[in-house]
């Protein structure tokens, strides 16, 4: 069973928590998520697909599991999404209706609406999809164009989490705590689903600051590079993790200086794991095992990677030479939606995916991701956002002639999405635009007017002239 802690039989049998998840103001035990989340899905049972406004709160909890229950595969859409984005992911997957809240003008869209009832009870006993049953679809940003629907099964979703139990000691003893968003892998995929699969305590912080943190008082937690680098700014709140028994980042790189800060202050070192939202999470340092600082760890249980050289052909793995990374992995998506040539170019003939990252593999198997191939994917505050998509947003403002958008280094962020425009439009107008159109967290934090982009001979923007 995915959702193996929501046994409807053992809950019954008294296999209750009375806090199994804490969300948003909420408490829901085991017997309150089998319930509700069994009557939600009694009444969308045999849609195609439908999506979920995935804000933290409890709706979104009992939307997801009720999905899962039913076999209903589900979008899950950006709580801050704008209307552009919006409009292409519900038309682009065939969603079928909302599930769950609504964003407020959903008017535009014309779709219907299933509200969760929080209350409402169901001891209908479902039995379990099969393994390769698409358990959600999930947009992620390319390098161009529009985000693709990455396709997971059930069965990659739970063998990750099995391979994230193994590697970490993670059991039903934990309480797991995050602030992330429930519409990515890493607060949706690991915090919420492992959760309900490992059967351990989970507690949504809202947003993740460094005090709502140390005031959860768990044993797991996960952050992306941004939020640890906040709790180390603040001294007290990261002492107050010196409880915890693991504290995990992922995501994006995590800073050396920031790992060491963990260890001085909470007494921890870090476990780092990498991973992507078509291959889910394949590499990581173990419970019992090195935490190097600026390395990611060993691949998982049936993870094979390996690094592939300028001629096409494998480097070796000397922990100096660098290489494009590729993974093979039970993990795996099943492919982008509607997409068989974005599928084609991500996958090697031998069923490995190309990361788009670069890395180096030392002699004991530990890896260290040394960038992107591409200028063109950023990464933000662990969020994964195309240039491509932001630079045809903002071409379509009247203001703007010209555009190159980039990721310039940021202490918090990671790097910091920067729009260079040759144009007379106000930057504030064009960072809000924007907002409105794709997802608030793919906003510029800055926009420059310009008169001219850099350009080579053939003329093509120089971003790398853009990026310091
Ligand atoms: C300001 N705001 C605006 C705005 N200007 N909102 C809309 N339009 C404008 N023009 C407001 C926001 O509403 C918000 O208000 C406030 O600014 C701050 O929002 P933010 O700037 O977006 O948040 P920030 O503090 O920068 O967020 C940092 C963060 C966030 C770490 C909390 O980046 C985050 O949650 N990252 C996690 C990403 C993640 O989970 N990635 C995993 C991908 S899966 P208010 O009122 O709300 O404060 C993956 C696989 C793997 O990568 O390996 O895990
Ligand atoms: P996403 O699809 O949002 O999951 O983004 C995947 C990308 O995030 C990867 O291809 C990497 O570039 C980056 N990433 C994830 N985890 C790490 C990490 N621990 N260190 C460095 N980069 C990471």
Redesign the pocket.
């Known amino acids: 069973m995915l959702l193996a802690s929501l046994n409807p039989a053992a809950v019954a049998a008294g296999a209750d928590l009375s806090d199994a998840v804490r969300i948003d103001g909420t408490s829901l035990s085991r017997s309150d998520l089998v319930g509700a989340a069994t009557s939600v899905a009694e009444r969308i049972g045999g849609a195609s697909l439908v999506a979920i406004l995935a804000k933290p709160s409890a709706t979104t909890v009992l939307a997801v599991a009720g999905c899962l229950i039913a076999g209903v595969p589900f979008v899950p859409v950006p709580a801050?999404v704008g209307a552009a984005e919006r409009r292409h992911m519900l038309t682009d997957s065939g969603a079928q209706g909302w599930l769950g809240e609504r964003p407020a003008d959903d008017d535009l869209d014309g779709l219907p609406h299933v509200p969760v009832r929080i209350h409402a009870r169901s001891w209908h006993r479902y039995g379990e999809p099969p393994p390769d049953a698409t358990a959600m679809v999930m947009y992620t940003s390319g390098t161009t164009g529009l985000p693709k629907g990455v396709v997971l099964s059930r069965r990659a979703v739970a063998a990750d989490i099995d391979a994230l139990a193994a590697a970490w000691q993670w059991t039903a003893e934990d309480t797991l705590v995050h602030g992330?968003?429930l519409f990515?892998?890493?607060?949706l995929v690991l915090g919420l689903l492992g959760s309900l699969r490992i059967g351990n305590r989970f507690v949504h912080t809202g947003?993740?600051s460094p005090a709502a943190y140390a005031e959860a008082a768990g044993s797991l937690y996960f952050g992306?590079p941004?939020?640890w680098t906040r709790v180390v700014g603040e001294p007290d709140a990261a002492r107050a993790l010196s409880s915890a028994r693991l504290l995990v980042s992922?995501?994006a790189a995590l800073p050396v200086p920031v790992f060491d800060g963990l260890v001085r202050l909470t007494g921890h070192a870090p476990v780092e794991r990498?991973?992507?939202?078509e291959s889910l999470?394949t590499v990581s340092t173990r419970f019992d095992g090195e935490r190097r600082p600026g390395w990611v760890g060993l691949p998982l249980d049936g993870v094979s990677t390996r690094l592939v050289g300028e001629d096409g052909g494998e480097v070796p793995h000397d922990g100096e030479t660098i290489g494009r990374l590729e993974v093979r992995t039970p993990t795996m998506f099943d492919g982008y939606l509607n997409r068989p040539d974005a599928t084609a170019d991500a996958m090697t003939p031998d069923g490995f995916y190309r990361t788009g990252d670069v890395s180096v593999i030392d002699a004991g198997g530990m890896h260290r991701i040394v960038g992107r191939e591409s200028v063109d994917l950023i990464k933000?505050?662990?969020?994964?956002v195309g240039a491509g998509e932001i630079e045809t947003v903002l071409l379509g403002h009247q203001g703007v002639a010209e555009v190159a958008v980039v990721g310039v280094p940021d202490d918090d962020?990671g790097q910091r999405i920067v729009a260079f425009v040759v144009g007379d439009a106000e930057p504030q107008v064009l960072?809000?635009f924007v907002?409105d159109q794709l997802s608030?967290?793919k906003?510029p934090r800055e926009v420059r007017i310009v008169d001219a982009l850099p350009r080579n001979a053939m003329g093509k923007v120089v971003k790398k002239e853009l990026m310091t």
Request: glycine share 16%; charged share 15%; proline share 6%.
């Open positions: 801050d992330l968003p990515h892998v890493h607060g947003r993740p992306v941004t939020v992922g995501s990498y991973g992507a939202t999470i933000s505050g662990g969020y994964r962020l960072i809000d907002a608030a967290h906003r």
